[in-house]
């Protein structure tokens, strides 16, 4: 991105590195144009619909692979229904967990999605021309030194160097105590045309496993 944006202007574009800081509303959320702590929020969109100008098409649905669950009932129903493919920000396609719903994040370049049964269960996903270092790998270790000293309960899980789809990637995951307690999240980032693209996974710890296997599908059905 040529000059900063602030993430939480109405239609702005926000970089992928700022979404990947972001986790829900009211979670803390690193600046990349100054490193302040700032709050975001999500901006709801019709019900497996994004907004109108978001840059999306309407998801078509697309049952894949089911992931099967291993605790609660409610948990297990709405992760063993299969996925649905989605359009997102700057030509991101990828696949959801079916029924889940799907709201616009605070700019248009992010989206959430969000287990109506196990609403602590949520997938970020979106795209943004790149602020700050000019290496990716820079970037998020420069996101994880920001949360490291201003996130409550943070520590660091696994960040590496990694290949998506044959482009040199990022993954980074990472524990973190929220106000509502304790959270894990995993991310992967990757560039392609002049796009740093996010797909993001967060739940509580207990939900994890279930978690994980939802992130490994919708990653691999993720382009570009």
């Known amino acids: 991105m040529s000059s900063p944006r602030n993430p939480h202007a109405s239609g702005g574009q926000l970089s992928s590195r700022a979404l990947g800081s972001s986790i829900a509303a009211a979670y803390l959320v690193l600046s990349a144009a100054a490193g302040m702590l700032l709050l975001t929020t999500s901006v709801d969109a ?110 660091l899980a696994t960040l590496r160097e990694t290949y998506f789809h044959g482009t040199p990637a990022v993954e980074w995951e990472y524990r973190f105590s929220s106000s509502s307690g304790p959270r894990r999240v995993i991310a992967l980032y990757w560039v392609r045309s002049g796009i740093e693209y996010i797909v993001y996974a967060s739940s509580t710890p207990q939900d994890w496993p279930e978690m994980r296997d939802v992130f490994d599908v919708v990653t691999a059905h993720a382009t570009p």
């Open 46 to 155: 019709p019900s497996g619909a994004p907004p109108a100008g978001s840059g999306a098409e309407p998801p078509t649905t697309a049952l894949l692979r089911p992931v099967t669950t291993t605790s609660s009932p409610a948990t297990a129903a709405a992760g063993s229904t299969g996925f649905t493919s989605t359009n997102g920000p700057n030509g991101l396609s990828l696949v959801l967990p079916s029924g889940w719903t799907t709201t616009r994040g605070a700019v248009r370049t992010t989206f959430v999605a969000t287990d109506p049964a196990v609403p602590e269960r949520e997938i970020r996903f979106g795209g943004a021309p790149p602020e700050g270092a000019p290496a990716l790998l820079a970037r998020i270790e420069d996101a994880h030194a920001g949360h490291s000293a201003n996130s409550s309960g943070y520590e």
